[in-house]
């Protein structure tokens, strides 16, 4: 069965330095990074002409044009050895030149047997194939190879290469095509009218009944099928269908294809068909060569969320400090669609958490009106707690210019409030081509939206960055598709001036070549193939790019993205003072009846946890929450004390039942109403 490869596919091998003595049988992966030519190869091979059986007279050998160029052929060569060989190999030269979409056919050897001569070959040579194992190289030079030079099936030489047969010691891929045989031969695989090309001679190439195509042939198309004739598709899902055009050796192999109703689904060049909408669509495919069609009639059925949930093995943040700022990196929820489960790590809204409330708290997970959840912690152990330091406004904290797409930007507010970040954008000023100045109108504008918590950073990546960049990334953005020489600002008020008011690079300067460069502050920066972050005492945007405001780090550094300080305390004592009364009074000191042991311990802890600042103001703030919650702590120290072995003993006099009374009284009301109380008490008593 014969096969063409698709237009444009590029033959690739990997180079590499072998060792001397290494043999061809230690080259089995061999791939030609220098290749001459992307488009011809070995389309068809056949080693059984004239034997036992066959029905060709002579061996042959034949190419493939895969674009529609002519290519010339003086001075190539096709080279055979045996399967194991390791001497020099037969060569047999080429003349003349391949059409575009054209076939070459090269005549060997004859045997005594078969009936039926080629059809008239471009090159007659006298290489005597096997029948059973094919190793068979296109190059561009008529030099012989050698089985002791193992570089030269590496080399810019080595256009194409097959292997087939178990037997031999060579072969593009990861194995040797199947075996031909007296009545077969190795041809290259149809898929959808293009050969199958993809460096892999085990899966690129068949085995069947030899079809010796000359330049002379042409072979017309009688038909067109598909693997399929319905399809069922839920919206988002594709499947490629797979078009076998008949006969398998005709000539022109290009097809077409087309949907009746794209909006419902579409089709592509390689008959990949991607559901858009609920509807029925038909999708054609049409020959080149007569006009031939076949047809599948394709279903699509909307797609439906079911329900989401957390990834099992998900990694997020569950304990917190008082007041640090809420993230929920690592996290990975699952939606399960009617087409399949998603997997996402952005996208999705969590609601429910407040740092600044002691205790476990639930952080709710909603996206397209499903929702889950999960519990956190928020504790005074380890919290920063101190004088709060703000910034002026937002700025841009980090930059990230690694390799490949690698690249993101982080934004960071730091002043003191939740910002709305839609009066904010982040543009991208590409590198100037001519003139070599840099336009003020940006070449890719992201306008920021949600709100932007204090403390907290917005992260714009490239959506092709790692993974370590994009799970700490809230969007993707072409804004970050960006080159050390091109220049990122971010603005405000942009309704009205759209100010810059921070700024990578130097818009009033001509192209800088590569990259800005400057001496950072801890050592040389530059803005190309480096992260660069700003330091915790700037406390203000710039809209005059200044070195000495930045950490320069290393290329691909990404441990310092998804976080920003400027050395701020995320707490002030009043404020874990105020959090810990909260705690004591409406929150799981609220909730002590039957548990005041275990109430007890976990307040005390949370007490030893903070600041001696903090503690006094607990202790001494004459605010109504402070003193309800110091009269109930010292209700739980009582009511423990008197619970637990060795504790005092309850009498029964009524002083004591006046005490605990009003013990009780302290705890549930508050000393702020115990006055009120007394003096009721004494006009009852005297009345």
Not at 26 to 38: E, M, T
């Amino acid at each position: 069965m014969k096969s063409i490869k698709k237009l444009g596919t590029v033959l690739v091998a990997a180079t590499m330095t072998l060792g001397i003595g290494m043999t061809i049988s230690q080259i089995s992966k061999a791939k030609n990074v220098n290749a001459v030519s992307s488009s011809v190869v070995i389309s068809e091979a056949y080693g059984g002409g004239g034997n036992s059986g066959a029905t060709y007279k002579n061996d042959f050998i034949e190419l493939y044009n895969l674009s529609t160029s002519s290519v010339d052929l003086t001075g190539w060569a096709v080279q055979y050895t045996s399967a194991t060989g390791t001497g020099t190999w037969s060569v047999t030269s080429l003349t003349g030149s391949i059409a575009g979409k054209g076939y070459y056919l090269i005549q060997e050897a004859a045997g005594t047997g078969g009936t039926v001569s080629l059809p008239t070959p471009e090159v007659i040579g006298t290489i005597a194939m096997s029948g059973t194992a094919i190793k068979v190289a296109l190059t561009n030079t008529t030099t012989a190879l050698t089985g002791s030079q193992a570089t030269e099936l590496r080399s810019a030489a080595v256009i194409d290469f097959l292997g087939a047969g178990s037997t031999v010691n060579a072969y593009e891929g990861t194995g040797p095509a199947p075996a031909p045989s007296n009545t077969t031969s190795a041809a290259r695989k149809v898929a959808s009218g293009v050969m199958q090309e993809t460096d892999e001679n085990a899966s690129d190439f068949a085995s069947g009944a030899p079809t010796p195509t000359n330049s002379q042939t042409s072979v017309a198309v009688t038909g067109v099928s598909l693997n399929k004739s319905t399809l069922s598709l839920i919206a988002t899902q594709s499947e490629v269908l797979l078009a076998t055009i008949a006969p398998s050796n005709a000539t022109d192999q290009l097809v077409s294809w087309s949907s009746s109703a794209p909006s419902v689904a579409s089709v592509d060049a390689n008959g990949l068909v991607v559901a858009v909408s609920s509807g029925e669509t038909i999708i054609t495919v049409t020959t080149h060569d007569g006009g031939k069609t076949a047809t599948c009639a394709v279903t699509v059925s909307t797609r439906v969320l079911n329900s989401i949930s957390i990834k099992e093995g998900s990694t997020q943040k569950t304990s917190f400090t008082l007041g640090e700022v809420f993230n929920h990196y690592g996290l990975v929820i699952t939606a399960n669609y009617n087409s399949g489960p998603v997997d996402m790590i952005r996208g999705f809204a969590l609601t429910g958490v407040d740092t600044l409330i002691l205790g476990s708290q639930t952080a709710t997970i909603s996206y397209e009106g499903q929702s889950t959840a999960y519990d956190i912690d928020v504790t005074n152990q380890g919290a920063s707690v101190g004088t709060k330091i703000t910034s002026t406004d937002l700025y841009i904290s980090e930059y990230i210019e690694g390799s490949s797409n690698n690249k993101s930007i982080e934004i960071f507010n730091g002043t003191g409030a939740a910002v709305d970040l839609s009066d904010y954008a982040l543009n991208l000023h590409s590198q100037p081509t001519s003139p070599a100045v840099y336009s003020t109108t940006p070449s890719q504008t992201l306008v920021l939206s949600g709100i932007l918590a204090n403390g907290d950073v917005y992260v714009v990546s490239n959506s092709s960055a790692n993974t370590d960049i994009l799970r700490v990334t809230d969007v993707t953005s072409g804004v970050a598709n960006f080159n050390g020489d091109d220049v990122v600002t971010l603005t405000k008020n942009i309704e009205e001036v759209n100010t810059i008011i921070d700024i990578i690079g130097d818009l009033t300067a001509t192209d800088p070549g590569t990259s800005w460069t400057g001496d950072a502050a801890n050592g040389p920066g530059s803005t190309a193939e480096m992260t660069i972050a700003r330091i915790p005492s700037n406390l203000s945007p710039n809209a005059a790019f200044t070195w000495s405001e930045w950490n320069a780090y290393a290329q691909d550094t990404v441990s310092y993205l998804g976080t920003h300080s400027i050395g701020s305390a995320d707490v002030t004592s009043l404020q874990q003072a105020t959090a810990f009364a909260n705690y004591v009074w409406t929150g799981i000191g609220n909730n002590a009846i039957g548990n005041c042991v275990a109430v007890k311990t976990e307040l005390d802890l949370e007490y030893g946890y903070m600041a001696s600042d903090a503690k006094t103001e607990f202790n001494t703030n004459p605010d109504t929450l402070f003193v309800n919650a110091r009269a109930r702590m010292a209700y739980l120290t009582a009511w423990v004390g008197a619970s637990q072995p060795g504790g005092f003993l309850l009498d029964t006099s009524e002083s004591s039942k006046s005490a605990l009374i009003m013990s009780i009284v302290i705890g549930i009301l508050g000393l702020t109403t115990i006055t009120g109380f007394y003096f009721l008490k004494k006009k009852s008593e005297n009345a």
